[in-house]
């Protein structure tokens, strides 16, 4: 079916032209900082290894370099958008070379004496495996000598199988060095123990389920977002980074590191480069406000360490830098540009912590303050602080959840009903007509953020209520095309289709097979315990012996009281004993089923009673990736 999304209204298209006064457009700095120093422009798709395209750089050309914002477009994510559409290797200085925009996330380089150091891996192995050829092709071919994660999250070490080989990394010829003591159970945690939820909420945020064009996704702010899913890779760390000062010396070059836990990751690293003048934030520091609070679902952020890790930086290296390489966008130059850079950025997330707090202690709830707080003209009028991942009003939100929790004070909220039997009730009260009509008439007015809450009761009462739902759509849809921020919008967009079309099937998973099989066994059994139906796992007792021959590992894991726990070590009254290597005996626990055939084929030993496995399939569960959200 070819969807065909709506034109903007009279009241959009006006939001949009009165938003472009507000903007400093005049100043294009950005468009010339982020095409400097290009080498070569990217040499074509990225693809799989069968052909199929993961990313095409000319599904970007319509979005033209001279062109006006469209109606449908908010005029900053527009401006935004112009600058990071164009890809390809750039020399960010001597010796550091970065590509950028075939993914999400740019591939860094740096030359060594005898290799080259890679920090952050994109998050397909695709897209990294073209970035390295451009390298290999206009920069050098040295072998690579160590890869850095700047952080835990999937767009840094996804593409980490694309830069070099897992051998090459067990056998210690090329050490992955990474900020943090648990990298692992940060990194690979969020994409799989909560991955089914928090995919279902990227693919709205990063318009994953939108056609590329102006009434759909434009980018994600950040970086280009691939159409097709890559292959996500994972390979552990081999030297982790724990405290502040820590240097490595990596083929005759030397790098520091400064150790920035709990700020946009659980884990993360600052890096100085002394020998190049060259440092980086990693996203602490970008072209766009941060999340202090993801709208995909993640760990909420501490901002006020945001600021606090931003000033060490600028006191312990700003008067030496001389250029700023992100993960993210286009690098920084110069010493006075780069510590007003990363001032300002300092000072909006400060900002943002401190006066959240302030209304927080005034009564204010946080929906509240999130409407009345304002950043100062000098930060708002900086580029880099606009709200192209993160936006000034879920981040302020984000503050009371970081700081004061979930209930936000009012008891009203604290025991309501669920949405449905509310949606019921309140239709039961008002009736659907007058909820329609009055959803016709915000509509009509423009107060379109009305237009989909009145009518929100009215579609979960009634799903089948099909004027409801359009008119929901019509509504979300005009919100999508005034938003600053690329996530508002792609939810919104992505509400207005499902509310039409219905749910639709994800591109890819996140939870990858190699991200799986790359879980420490912990971690493993965290996920499986996820999966148990408590209530009908209540009267189940089941003990099952794991040895998992390929790491020397012995393991138990119980079900009792509808809870899954395991530990290290063997129990004695185990009914079953499952013995193999780790791939087989995830494949086990993951799908029970599967159990016989692995024990048949000599896969995998089991000593004891099979119906055990049987019991623990009985009560797992299936998550559907495909799970409704504007529909109840």
Request: hydrophobic share 40%; proline share 6%; net charge negative.
């Amino acid at each position: 079916m070819c969807y065909r999304p709506k034109p903007a209204t009279t009241h959009t298209a006006q939001v949009n032209r009165d938003a472009a006064a507000l903007y400093d457009l005049g100043n294009t700095q950005d468009f010339t900082d982020s095409r400097r120093g290009l080498i070569a422009e990217l040499p074509g798709n990225v693809t799989k290894d069968d052909g199929t395209v993961i990313f095409d750089p000319q599904d970007f050309d319509w979005i033209g370099d001279e062109d006006p914002a469209p109606d449908t477009v908010d005029p900053s994510l527009w401006r935004q958008s112009q600058i990071i559409r164009h890809g390809g290797l750039y020399k960010v200085t001597d010796g550091l070379y970065q590509v950028r925009n075939n993914d999400i996330a740019n591939l860094t380089v740096v030359e060594g004496e005898d290799g080259l150091i890679i920090i952050d891996c994109m998050a397909g192995v695709e897209s990294a495996r073209q970035g390295m050829e451009m390298i290999r092709e206009h920069v050098s071919d040295k072998p690579v000598a160590a890869v850095v994660y700047t952080h835990t999250h999937i767009d840094h070490y996804g593409g980490v199988k694309g830069v070099v080989g897992a051998e090459d990394v067990s056998s210690g010829k090329v050490p992955i060095i990474a900020p943090g003591h648990q990298f692992d159970k940060h990194a690979l945690g969020e994409n799989v123990i909560a991955g089914n939820a928090m995919a279902r909420r990227s693919f709205y945020a990063f318009g994953g389920l939108l056609d590329l064009n102006a009434h759909g996704h434009i980018t994600c702010g950040l970086g280009i977002v691939s159409t097709a899913g890559p292959m996500v890779s994972y390979i552990s760390p081999t030297d982790l980074i724990t405290e502040t000062g820590t240097k490595r010396e990596i083929a005759g070059i030397e790098f520091e590191f400064l150790y920035a836990p709990d700020t946009e990751a659980p884990e993360e690293m600052h890096i100085w480069i002394p020998q190049l003048k060259a440092l980086t934030c990693a996203e602490n520091a970008n072209h766009s406000l941060h999340n202090i609070q993801t709208l995909r679902g993640a760990r909420t952020r501490d901002a006020r360490n945001f600021a606090r890790y931003l000033d060490e930086t600028l006191e312990r290296w700003g008067d030496e830098a001389q250029v700023h390489y992100g993960p993210h966008t286009w690098p920084v130059w110069g010493n006075e540009q780069i510590t007003g850079f990363i001032e300002s950025q300092r000072d909006a997330y400060k900002y943002i912590h401190d006066q959240a707090l302030r209304l927080a202690n005034k009564g204010y709830t946080p929906l509240e303050a999130a409407e009345v707080i304002e950043l100062p003209e000098e930060l708002r009028r900086n580029w880099a602080n606009r709200g192209y991942h993160g936006t000034l009003h879920h981040d302020v939100r984000a503050v009371f959840t970081k700081e004061l929790g979930m209930w936000d004070g009012d008891p009203v909220s604290l025991h309501p009903h669920p949405p449905v039997e509310s949606a019921h009730r309140f239709v039961e009260f008002a009736g659907a007509d007058a909820i329609l009509a009055e959803g016709k008439r915000a509509f009509e007015a423009g107060d379109y953020r009305w237009a989909t809450e009145i009518l929100h009761t009215l579609v979960f009462a009634d799903p089948d209520n099909t004027a409801a739902r359009e008119l929901q759509a019509d509504a979300y849809e005009q919100m999508g095309y005034q938003a600053e921020g690329p996530q508002w919008r792609g939810i919104f967009l992505s509400a207005a289709k499902e509310l039409r079309l219905g749910v639709q099937p994800p591109p890819y998973v996140t939870a990858s097979q190699d991200t799986i099989l790359a879980m420490p066994v912990e971690l493993l059994l965290d996920f499986l315990a996820v999966q148990i139906i408590g209530d009908k796992a209540a009267d189940s007792d089941i003990t099952i012996n794991l040895d998992f021959t390929d790491l020397g590992e012995q393991w138990t894991l119980w079900i009792k009281r509808g809870v899954l726990n395991a530990r290290r070590g063997h129990a004695a009254d185990a009914r079953l004993t499952v013995t193999g290597p780790k791939q087989a005996l995830t494949g086990v626990l993951l799908k029970p089923a599967v159990a016989e055939r692995l024990s048949s084929s000599k896969a995998i030993q089991l000593d004891g009673d099979p119906v055990a496995l049987k019991e623990l399939g009985a009560v797992l569960d299936v998550f559907e990736p495909t799970f409704p959200i504007v529909t109840p």
